[in-house]
């Protein structure tokens, strides 16, 4: 099956699923997600609002104009969680819903971190043992692609949802891609 519109060309199949035509091209809006490790934790928040409510998440958001990802990213860690942390990239995800902007999220992982971990408007963190993320309580394609970000591999996700409401995504088709080992 060769690589979904969208995604950088260069990847192999890791895993994949649903059915059906890929969504048409959208303009993009820039979105970040940053999930903080800590020996064989790590760290969650349960969302309070908007995209993605009652569903565990790392710590994001919408990228502000003048702003690169990383800056975002540590922007909404901190306003999120309380914290600061070294945060890498390790991977992108395209989320897809018919008659939006596709949304391109930047991934990061950070393995310390910094201040006190502390509830905000928008989430509740929690830490969880990295071997029993509530996968069931987060979004549908988290469990292809978050194993990948523990172990440090990078990756890019595209995912297609239908919306039956303001917050009822159903999955249709998903495709996650790593870089070819060099031999
Ligand atoms: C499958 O799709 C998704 N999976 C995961 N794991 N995370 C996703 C998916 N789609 C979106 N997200 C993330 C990206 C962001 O981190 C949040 C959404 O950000 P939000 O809309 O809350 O942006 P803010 O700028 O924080 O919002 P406010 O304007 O309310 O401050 O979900």
């Given at each position: 099956m060769s690589v979904p519109p969208g995604?950088?060309?260069?990847l192999s199949a890791f895993d994949e699923g649903g059915s059906g035509e890929w969504l048409p091209e959208a303009p993009l809006k820039l979105y970040t997600n940053a999930f903080v490790l800590h020996g064989d934790k790590i760290l969650l928040g349960l969302k309070k609002r908007g995209l993605g409510v009652n569903k565990y998440n790392g710590f994001g958001g919408k990228v502000e104009s003048r702003e690169s990802t990383l800056e975002a990213a540590l922007r909404e860690l901190k306003e999120e969680s309380g914290i600061t942390a070294p945060l890498e990239l390790a991977g992108t995800l395209l989320f897809v819903v018919p008659g939006e902007k596709w949304a391109h999220i930047d991934i990061f992982r950070a393995e310390n971190y910094s201040g006190t971990v502390t509830e905000s408007e928008e989430m509740c963190p929690e830490w969880f043992n990295q071997a029993s993320i509530p996968y069931e309580k987060?979004?549908?394609?988290?469990r292809t692609w978050l194993p990948l970000l523990l172990s440090k591999r990078p990756f890019a996700v595209r995912a297609d949802f239908g919306r039956n409401s303001a917050e009822n995504y159903t999955l249709r088709r998903w495709w996650v891609g790593v870089h070819s080992p060099t031999v």
């Open positions: 995604l950088p060309q260069n987060m979004w549908e394609t988290d």
